[in-house]
């Protein structure tokens, strides 16, 4: 892909994760009408550019953790639905370990902020016990995932725009072979 085509792309998707984002902050849910086209696109291109030789097994080991990543997000509770379908659709587009890099700093930098901006001393607590209990071989079940009151949770899909944005403007600025 040319750099002026990546460029374009890396706007139009700038421009749908920011649309993606805004929407579920408001509604709490990430339409599929934006989810499902982003992916078919995705994917027709990542399958021509493996046509032209422009993209390699390695990328496609990313895609492929990007699903497993994103399957375990959605049944751990800590994403919605369309939160994991973005998640994975982006890695389409994004496929590279920066891309799952900085997901994870965004998912964890993210969640770090839900839980000091949202009742602090409460969540403090309710961390510590959520990571005794993990220490100690118990992992939390969906249900329990999903026992904070819907108010208490925050929309993942700007962890998601976030980890997507840094990727397509910032980081190729920081490597060599892009």
């Known amino acids: 892909m040319t750099p002026i085509a990546r460029w374009a792309v890396y706007a139009i998707l700038t421009v749908v994760v920011i649309a993606a984002a ?22 027709g291109l990542a399958l021509a550019r493996t046509a032209l030789g422009d993209f390699t097994a390695a990328q496609w080991i990313v895609i492929g953790v990007a699903v497993a990543v994103g399957l375990v997000l959605l049944f751990s509770g800590a994403y919605g639905g369309g939160d994991a379908k973005l998640f994975v ?32 001393v ?31 949770r925050s929309p993942a899909t700007w962890q998601v725009a976030a980890g997507a944005i840094l990727t397509m403007w910032i980081l190729p600025f920081f490597s060599s072979g892009r």
């Open 22 to 43: 805004r929407y579920d902050a408001r509604t709490r849910r990430v339409p599929n009408r934006l989810v499902y086209p982003l992916a078919l696109v995705g994917l």
């Open 122 to 152: 409460e969540r403090w607590r309710e961390l510590r016990a959520l990571w005794t209990r993990i220490a100690m071989g118990h992992l939390p079940t969906r249900a329990e995932m999903n026992a904070a009151p819907p108010e208490s």
């Open 89 to 120: 659709a982006l890695a389409l587009f994004l496929p590279s370990w920066a891309y799952l890099y900085a997901q994870l700093g965004c998912f964890v930098v993210g969640g770090l902020l839900v839980l000091l901006l949202n009742r602090p």
